[in-house]
Structure formats: C-alpha cells, structure tokens
C-alpha cells in the first residue's frame, strides 16, 4: 500500500528556520517524483515544486524560488521541505503528493495527510 | 504566466448533473486532471490525463478537455459529491498549475 506520512504540526517565531518531512512507503522511493503544495488558510492549491529522489533535481514553482529547500534521504524515503527565515505568511498547510509517473503533467496519484504550519509572534 | 479558471462555486440538486468548467489558454492541447477535496482532508485525483478515472473514483465522474476548456461532470450527483473540486495542468515549461478551485454545494 502506498503511504506518505507527514511530519506533525508545528508552531514556530518569524524568522526561525523549519524543516517538514514526507515519509514513503509502498513503491519504490526513487522512481517517482514528490511534490510540495501549499494551501494558505481558506483558500486554493499552490505548486511549489518537485524534486526527483533518484537524482535529487529539484524544480520550484515561480513563488517559491528563492523562499523554501527541498532535498530527500533516499535512505530513509524521505522528502524534506526546508525554510530558513520564516515568515508569517507562510503559515499554512503543506502537503506532499507523488507523481503518477515521471513527467512534469503527470497528475498526483497519492497525497500525505498534511503538516499544518503556523508562524506567529 | 499560465492561468486556469474556475467557477468559485456551482450548486446542483441531489440526483442531478453537475459540471464544473476550468479554462485555459489552449488547454485542450495540454492534459488536465481533477482533484476533490473535503473540508479538513487531503486532496483526491478524481480524475487524470482528461478523462481517466483512478481506481475507486465512482463512474458518475467524467472528464473531457478540448479547445480552451477542460470540464469536470459529476452524474446523479450526491451529498457525498459536496467539495472543493480544482484543476491541474502542466505549463508546457516547468511548472504545475492548478486552478483556484470550485466549491461544489449539492442542495
């Protein structure tokens, strides 16, 4: 059974850094692109970018350039995305999906449950 | 940069067909893909490549994707059905683009 399980919620000061975590199981880790969607409070899905475990070549959405990292543990099956500097208006929910296949149209077949992040004073 | 549009909202009685438009600068010639979404919940792809529904998906979703408008119909429509439904295509460059969602009320 395919599975991708996010790390848990965090609560976290502007300007601190954050690291949250997509785990895989189910498939073969390297054979299918993560991506990361963001959804601000209320509102639509944004794409932030893909990574491809096998080689770890990254593409970031135009919004995202610049702000957010990510990087996998192929040994582990695992995607992380990364801020530096946070903001608050980076709080939000974060979720990871897979690729249905390798190729940058291709639809997202499986999603995590979401990690839930709030960045406040 | 590319754009696809949706209704905010559509509203469609129990039992009823429901269709819910995404429009896109030629995106017909470009696969979209429907996902649904429930209050507190992940996304769901409801529907890939046009028109192919993933495994479990019900048989009352269609899709169809031709000249500037993909569409999303929803047969016999159910209480079930009520959600957030978005669109998905790829940029032809690099980048994914999702519409900015629908909200499906079935009354």
Known sequence: EVQLVQSGAEVKKPGESLRISCKS???????????????MPGKGLEWMGRIDPDDSD??????????????????????????????????AMYYCAR??????????????????VTVSS | SY????????????????SITCTGDKLGNRYASWYQQKPGQ??????????????????????????NTATLTISGTQAMDEADYYCQAWDGSTAVVFGGGTKLTVL
């Not at chain 2, 549009?5 to 429901?18: D, F, L, M, N, Y």
Request: neutral net charge; proline residues 9%.
């Open chain 1, 25 to 39: 199981s189910g498939y073969s880790f390297d054979r299918y692109w993560i991506t990361w969607v963001r959804q």
């Open chain 1, 58 to 91: 990254i593409k970031y959405g135009p919004s995202f350039q610049g702000h957010v990292t990510m990087s996998v543990d192929k040994s582990i099956t695992t995607a992380y995305l990364q801020w530096s500097s946070l903001q608050a208006s980076d709080t």
């Open chain 1, 99 to 116: 690729h249905s296949v390798t190729a940058p149209g291709a639809p997202f077949d499986f999603w995590g449950q979401g990690t839930p």
């Open chain 2, 3 to 18: 754009e696809l549009t949706q209704p905010p909202s559509v509203s469609v009685s129990p039992g009823q067909t429901a």
């Open chain 2, 42 to 67: 992940s996304p769901v792809l409801v529907i890939s490549q046009d028109s192919k529904r993933p495994s479990g998906i019900p048989e009352r979703f269609f899709g169809s994707n031709s000249g």
